[in-house]
């Protein structure tokens, strides 16, 4: 066909339907093929079985060719039992600690003055935008056995326990409390920013309406603020409750290796022990824990951030 | 009226309290001259200085800048684009999946993405034979993935919110739907498009898990270099890095919001002004 | 019945938000059991007073006393003192029913007395059949009426309504404007209504504040402010008035002789006290206190003129006519006779005479 008459095929066709096609194609074609596609390999992996191959892994001589082995190995072997509970009670934990520290510090950006509250939230989001790793180091640093904050805590715990519980220094680093510590630290911003959204979207007036009748501030706070900021402390949590559990650095840096969380796990699997099958049918394990929590998250969050 | 108790208050300083001190502290001993990093030897430069001078740095530093650069345009453009795709149409096959897909990233373990990627370029390369090499491609590929959603989630909650009567003016008027799209949305919801591009940026730069995965010999970027040199422990010339990072972030930030104030006071003003001409 | 001191004081009360006054020395009494409304357009300081009874805002310098208690200091919720919010400020998140029975929880009453009380404050604004549905789930009348119910469950001294006709329709307006007027006598509340629309307050009210720029210009009844304003700005702010500037000539007996320019005659018409010959003032005038005739009165105020421009309504006419000066002023008529070839309506064009009685019109100072 000539030239004229193929461009003008195609400036119609892009006229009429093909832009949006383009549109909405372009992202799909791209997500399907370096996230969905990487996705079912890994399941794919999970009944697969290991060999002493380069890339380790087979599927096994007979029929059905998948090796389930590696989930029953999920349940019977116990490293693997322990590493997910630490997980989730690790994460919980720091979901709880995120939600009683930033819940607070939210509802009390809302209520400073409008140029106070400019400079606030900049002081907020300032660790947003830092280095995450470096965030993490900077705990490193107050957690060591010789440092200020360490020294600092251990007079004041030698100060008000009897001289035989006496210490030199406490021992933060590489224990759980470490991780939940850190994890508060560089997930607190995440819980912060959408609380402070939805509660500042809260309407003034019915604060007002239910002091006029008669109710003093904190049961202002719990009547009608409290109750409506129920989505957004659920949005909130999970957003920091699903990525913790399956942290890595965190874990890695200052936590103990004797009780490990399932994310050093997937990784240990698959770069130490060059289990692939079994890294994956842990990591699919892990999202099929983690497939409620994240309905309900995107349950809450539409909810939280919807229009009224 | 008591609008703002002294708990509120209380909190708000403890709270900053717990974000800053271990920066400040951090910062503080960049000055360390002694080397034990936890232990103050005196006041010193020295650490800056050999900052400086690190060439294993520099290299670092400028591979995750050319990465971050290029993987936040490209996310950007992609991310826009599905952003535009789920507020502006109702209706397209696999939207369900399509929505999925968009959101899974925001709350997958990283490790898990990771993980599924390396397999992936590994098995792709026996497959087609590339990438024969894992390095500045692949790594540049994964950030794109992961980052492009973030784009779209700030994109998508802008184009909800915006203003439908001026794209039905424009249609009104004649512009067909794309154009309506180049001439009129975009140029409205740019503000969140940028914003998009630099949160695609910073979590380039920034990315440790990932990157971990993806990367083969000789590209290192500056995360995975500071991520070996952490895992021995705290080193003084980290901490020099990390304030260096700080007062940059914070610079960019305390500017990135004097400019937004500026532009909403003086946009306060000429509504104002107009306002008083029509009295 | 001998007056005691009136229910509610409000005694040289001023705000000032930094160098912004919104409310400039403010003083009004108002009787027990009384409709009255704060009437102003926006920025006059209605608003800003009426928070000022709440108790969200502390005035700057004055007092207020409500049944002989003064409440400087007094913070919303311990004041006898209830809203009815603009935007009803219903809370979402509860029914009808808990809604109206929320303020109870702060009142000394067993579970089955709140019970009772919510169900008479129902059947007061007759939303029973609704009472286990929440906020979204009904009409804005309906939402407006279980405003007005929680306000009023707790049986306060005072409620304060905030602009509470604004939001409605006009068959709904003045549907509610008969209701609002009938649960205030059934329940003998005093109602202070906050409002910038004058029928409104004409209608709703037994005395009305007209307020601008933080002072209160004039109190009254509806008929004292209508028919006796003591400025122009009231006069203008009522209904529709055309004001000519005037001469004062002379003046006898409660009633001044003016020369008004635009009429090329000397009238005859009220006159607010004090005035003295050869003074500058504003005559005032009503449409609807002007005659129009084709044919010459014997008596009264006669101003020649000719009709330029006639709106017909039906029930009644306006007409626009050119004075001998070119100025226009509004006639209003009401067509109260069938029309009739010999006593023919002014059309177009025709010469007319217009005519008032003294006391219809009013020179003004201000």
Redesign the interface.
């Known amino acids: 066909m000539d030239m004229p008459g193929q461009a003008n095929r195609l400036s119609r066709w892009f006229n009429r339907k093909g832009w949006s096609d383009l549109i909405v194609g372009l992202p799909y074609v791209w997500l399907v093929v370096l996230f969905l596609v990487p996705f079912l390999i890994v399941v794919a992996m999970s009944v697969a079985s290991r060999a002493p191959s380069a890339p380790p892994f087979a599927f096994g001589g007979d029929y059905p060719w998948i090796n389930l082995e590696g989930y029953q190995r999920l349940f019977t072997d116990d490293l693997y039992i322990r590493a997910f509970l630490t997980s989730l009670s690790n994460a919980f934990v720091a979901m709880i600690f995120c939600l009683l520290i930033g819940y607070p510090m939210a509802l009390g950006l809302t209520r400073v003055s409008p140029s106070a509250r400019s400079i606030l939230l900049m002081l907020v989001i300032l660790p947003f935008w830092t280095s995450f790793l470096l965030r993490v180091y900077a705990w490193m640093g107050l957690m060591g056995k010789n440092s200020w904050f360490n020294h600092l805590l251990t007079d004041a715990y030698n100060l008000m326990t009897p001289a035989s519980w006496a210490l030199k220094s406490l021992p933060m680093m590489y224990s759980n409390f470490a991780v939940v510590l850190v994890m508060v630290y560089t997930y607190l911003p995440f819980m912060i920013l959408p609380l402070y959204a939805s509660l500042e979207r809260l309407d003034p007036t019915l604060d007002e309406a239910a002091m006029d009748l008669g109710t003093r501030p904190f049961g202002v706070f719990w009547d009608v603020t409290l109750p409506q900021s129920i989505p957004g402390i659920i949005a909130g949590g999970l957003l920091v409750f699903i990525p913790a559990a399956g942290e890595l650095v965190i874990p890695t840096l200052v936590g103990d290796a004797g009780s490990p969380m399932i994310g050093r796990v997937i990784a240990d699997e698959f770069n130490a022990v060059r289990d692939w099958p079994m890294a994956s049918a842990v990591s699919v394990a892990l999202l099929v824990l983690m497939v409620v929590p994240m309905m309900v998250y995107s349950h809450y969050q539409a909810k939280a951030g919807g229009p009224k | 009226?008591?609008?703002?108790?002294l708990?509120?208050?209380t909190?708000?300083c403890?709270?900053?309290a717990?974000?800053?001190?271990?920066?400040l502290?951090?910062m503080v001993?960049s000055f360390n001259a002694s080397r034990?990093?936890?232990?103050?030897g005196g006041f010193s430069t020295k650490w800056y200085v050999s900052l400086f001078s690190n060439e294993q740095i520099g290299a670092a530093l400028l591979l995750s800048l050319q990465i971050a650069l290029i993987s936040a345009t490209f996310a950007t453009i992609?991310?826009t684009?599905?952003g535009?795709?789920l507020a502006r149409?109702q209706k397209?096959r696999?939207r369900v999946l399509?929505s999925g897909?968009?959101?899974?990233?925001l709350?997958?373990?990283?490790?898990?993405?990771g993980?599924?990627?390396l397999?992936?370029f590994?098995?792709l390369g026996?497959l087609i034979g590339w990438p024969g090499q894992r390095g500045f491609t692949t790594i540049t590929?994964?950030h794109?993935?992961?980052s492009?959603v973030f784009v779209?989630t700030i994109v998508q909650?802008r184009l909800?919110?915006a203003d439908r009567s001026i794209e039905e003016a424009a249609m009104d008027l004649g512009s067909?739907?794309?154009q309506v799209?180049k001439d009129v949305t975009l140029p409205v919801i740019f503000p969140a498009i940028l914003s998009g591009w630099l949160l695609a940026f910073?979590i380039s730069?920034?990315d440790?898990?990932i990157t971990a995965f993806t990367t083969g010999p000789g590209s290192t970027t500056l995360?995975l270099l500071?991520?070996s040199k952490?895992?021995l422990?705290?080193t003084p010339d980290?901490?020099a890095?990390?304030s260096l990072?700080?007062l940059v972030?914070?610079i960019?930030?305390?500017l990135a919001?004097w400019i937004l104030?500026r532009a909403e006071k003086r946009r306060a003003a000429d509504e104002r002004l107009a306002y008083q001409a029509n009295q | 019945m001998t007056e005691t001191a009136p229910f509610i004081r409000i005694e040289g009360v001023s705000k000032s938000f930094g160098s912004f006054q919104a409310v400039q020395d403010v003083s009004l009494t108002i009787a027990k059991g009384e409709i009255f409304s704060l009437l102003g357009g926006s920025g006059c300081g209605k608003t800003t007073l009426l928070r000022m009874l709440a108790g969200f805002e502390e005035p700057t310098a004055g007092r207020i006393f409500i049944d002989g208690q003064d409440m400087a200091g007094v913070p919303p919720y311990s004041r006898p003192v209830h809203m009815m919010f603009q935007s009803y400020a219903l809370f979402p998140h509860m029914s009808v029913e808990k809604n109206v029975g929320y303020g109870l929880k702060h009142e000394a009453m067993t579970k089955a007395q709140r019970a009772d009380r919510v169900r008479e404050m129902l059947e007061l604004v007759q939303l029973t059949p609704y009472a286990a549905r929440k906020p979204h789930q009904i009409s804005g009348g309906q939402r407006q009426r279980v405003a007005l119910a929680r306000a009023l469950a707790r049986q306060p001294k005072l409620l304060l309504l905030d602009e509470p006709l604004a939001a409605l329709d006009k068959k709904l307006r003045e549907h509610t404007q008969f209701e609002l007027m009938s649960i205030q006598e059934r329940t003998g509340v005093t109602f202070i209504v906050v409002t910038h629309d004058q029928e409104e307050a004409m209608t709703l009210s037994d005395r009305i504040a007209v307020m601008d720029k933080g002072q209160v210009k004039q109190v009254g009844s509806p008929t004292e402010i209508y028919e006796f304003p003591t400025s122009r700005f009231v006069a203008g702010f009522i209904g529709s008035i055309t004001a000519f500037d005037a001469t004062i000539t002379g003046i006898a007996d409660g009633l001044a002789l003016a020369e008004v320019k635009a009429f090329g005659t000397t009238i005859t018409a009220r006159a607010t006290p004090g005035l003295s010959p050869g003074q500058q003032v504003t005559l005032a005038i009503r449409p609807e206190k002007l005659t129009i005739s084709q044919i010459r009165p014997e008596s009264g105020n006669v101003i020649a003129g000719e009709v330029k421009d006639l709106a017909y309504f039906g029930k009644d006419s306006l007409y626009r006519v050119t004075l001998p000066s070119g100025e226009l002023v509004s006639v209003h008529a009401v067509n109260a006779q069938r029309g009739d070839a010999a006593v023919r309506a002014p059309g177009w064009y025709d010469k007319v005479w217009l005519s008032f009685d003294p006391p219809s019109a009013i020179l003004l100072t201000e």
């Not at chain 2, 009226?1 to 108790?5: A, E, F, I, L, S």
């Not at chain 2, 717990?18 to 920066?23: D, G, K």
């Not at chain 2, 034990?36 to 103050?40: E, G, I, M």
């Not at chain 2, 897909?101 to 990233?105: E, K, Y």
């Open positions: 009226m008591n609008r703002r108790p708990f509120l208050i909190v708000l403890f709270g900053f717990f974000f800053y001190i271990p920066i502290s951090m001993y034990l990093a936890t232990v103050w992609l991310g684009m599905a535009i795709a149409f397209f696999g399509f897909l968009v959101s899974a990233p709350i997958m373990p990283e490790v898990i993405t993980i599924s990627l397999i992936f590994i098995l026996e590929l994964a794109i993935t992961f492009m779209t909650s909800i919110q067909r739907p794309w799209l910073t730069l920034d440790v898990v995360p500071i991520w952490v895992k422990g705290v980290i901490n890095l990390a990072t700080v972030v914070g960019g930030v305390a919001g104030n």
